[in-house]
């Protein structure tokens, strides 16, 4: 809902005034002419953070992360504030590193002797794989947690450490850790020793693990959603859609969730389940940018181009940012073998969104490396796929997703060469993508 600001300037304090929001009964202090102290613009900030709150609480996101952005802004050491606004970031934006940014800033104001705002931040981490962050906070504050008698940061400081290694694939410093002061016994604790178990190859007593865990936490999403992602990588099928189907029940706004069961269904080949639940996400979800995004992302995956159509229409008429609609709809003509329809497409596209394509000429440049390859056209597929590998912009998907492919059309030397830079730029990132590969 788009709000109709009526500007209403109100002395407070002599100093401020007061942007009134007629749609959403919001008033957004602001100090325009900077006439604030520090004192004052504090008490700005933290007015401000409360009535976000208000609004998130109410769904008006876009509004309420405004307000939150300027509240943080003007009282930096309000940390539930930070907490609001990460939480944003990673909820609905699935923005990661936004998160950690907003977060790690706030421990200059105490946010690392805070349990519950460590607790964010180190969740905020561990969603992003962000092991140097995450081991960072294990060797700056676990010594002061302990000085303190902290028992519960001090595990989850340890936790933190613990899971670092994990992501580095260091998988015996990271039991090492766990043992010591039982932080296996804490949720985190005992979810992380079951999936390094699953790392191992322990899938039965990896399951085993987490199922005992879902007896005791029977409402813990991150529980439903493991045990459906692992399930289906054991090929249980019908365990994975049932944990992945009370998932869903269990938080139907979610559209990740939803995504997850939709995996299940592909890879069990229930193609009628799979078009029912295409059905409830446009149904649930068609005008959330970020919802739609990520079903882009699964028609990619499933080689849907039908889908990828209905998808990348629905960006259109709903204004989204094109970005992300324009490459996955190529990549999934690539994908399902239509090379000369992504050729034809990548033509059309640049001439319908020239300022993308400008923006972004190195990711393009790899999927059209593949079409190239496959239309044989070697000499020109060469000049692009180098061109994709020098650029800055490329991200750990678009490297290990052209890796795949390359090796897919057998052509393992230029598969080597993707896979060699995804591993110096993303090493983590490549060593789970190839983990679970296997």
């Known amino acids: 809902m788009s709000a109709k600001f009526i500007a209403c300037f109100i002395l407070i304090s002599g100093l401020s005034s007061v942007l009134i929001s007629e749609d959403a009964g919001l008033f957004a202090l602001s100090d325009p002419q900077g006439k604030l102290n520090e004192d004052e613009k504090t008490k700005l900030g933290d007015e401000q953070i409360r009535k976000a709150i208000e609004l998130l609480q109410a769904g008006q996101h876009q509004i309420a992360t405004e307000l939150l952005h300027q509240g943080v802004e003007n009282s930096p050491s309000n940390l539930i504030g930070r907490e609001s606004l990460a939480g944003f970031y990673v909820h609905i934006l699935s923005r990661y590193d936004r998160a950690v940014e907003v977060l790690w800033d706030g421990f200059q104001y105490g946010g690392a002797k805070d349990f519950e705002y460590l607790k964010v931040a180190i969740d905020a981490a561990v969603r992003g794989r962000m092991s140097d962050r995450l081991l960072w906070l294990h060797k700056n504050y676990l010594e002061e947690a302990i000085s303190a008698d902290d028992e519960a940061r001090a595990k989850l400081l340890i936790y933190s450490g613990a899971y670092a290694y994990y992501l580095k694939g260091q998988y015996l410093q990271s039991e090492e850790l766990l043992e010591e002061r039982d932080v296996v016994g804490i949720f985190e604790g005992a979810l992380l020793q079951a999936e390094i178990r699953w790392a191992r190859g322990d899938q039965e007593d990896s399951l085993?693990?987490?199922?005992?865990?879902?007896?005791?936490?029977?409402?813990?999403?991150?529980?439903?959603?493991?045990?459906?992602?692992?399930?289906?990588?054991?090929?249980?099928?019908?365990?994975?859609?049932?944990?992945?189907?009370?998932?869903?029940?269990?938080?139907?706004?979610?559209?990740?969730?939803?995504?997850?069961?939709?995996?299940?269904?592909?890879?069990?080949?229930?193609?009628?389940?799979?078009?029912?639940?295409?059905?409830?996400?446009?149904?649930?979800?068609?005008?959330?940018?970020?919802?739609?995004?990520?079903?882009?992302?699964?028609?990619?995956?499933?080689?849907?181009?039908?889908?990828?159509?209905?998808?990348y229409e629905k960006a259109l008429t709903g204004g989204f940012n094109m970005g992300h609609f324009t490459y996955l709809l190529i990549e999934t003509y690539v994908r399902a073998g239509e090379f000369e329809g992504a050729l034809a497409n990548l033509e059309v596209l640049s001439q319908e969104s020239p300022d993308w394509f400008a923006e972004k000429p190195h990711t393009v440049a790899g999927v059209e490396a593949i079409a190239l390859y496959a239309t044989n056209d070697p000499e020109e597929a060469r000049d692009r796929l180098d061109y994709f590998l020098k650029g800055s912009g490329t991200t750990a998907r678009n490297l290990l997703q052209i890796y795949t492919m390359l090796a897919g059309l057998d052509l393992f030397e230029e598969a080597k060469m993707v896979l060699e830079e995804a591993s110096a730029r993303f090493p983590v990132q490549t060593r789970f993508y190839i983990s679970n590969s296997r």
């Open 208 to 311: 085993k693990k987490i199922e005992e865990l879902y007896e005791m936490f029977p409402y813990a999403p991150d529980l439903l959603s493991k045990l459906c992602e692992y399930h289906r990588e054991a090929e249980n099928y019908d365990d994975s859609r049932r944990y992945g189907a009370l998932l869903v029940m269990q938080q139907p706004s979610n559209h990740s969730f939803r995504i997850q069961l939709m995996h299940t269904y592909r890879e069990s080949g229930d193609r009628t389940a799979l078009s029912r639940e295409i059905d409830r996400m446009f149904s649930a979800f068609n005008e959330n940018e970020i919802a739609m995004r990520n079903l882009a992302f699964f028609a990619s995956a499933d080689a849907n181009i039908d889908l990828m159509h209905r998808v």
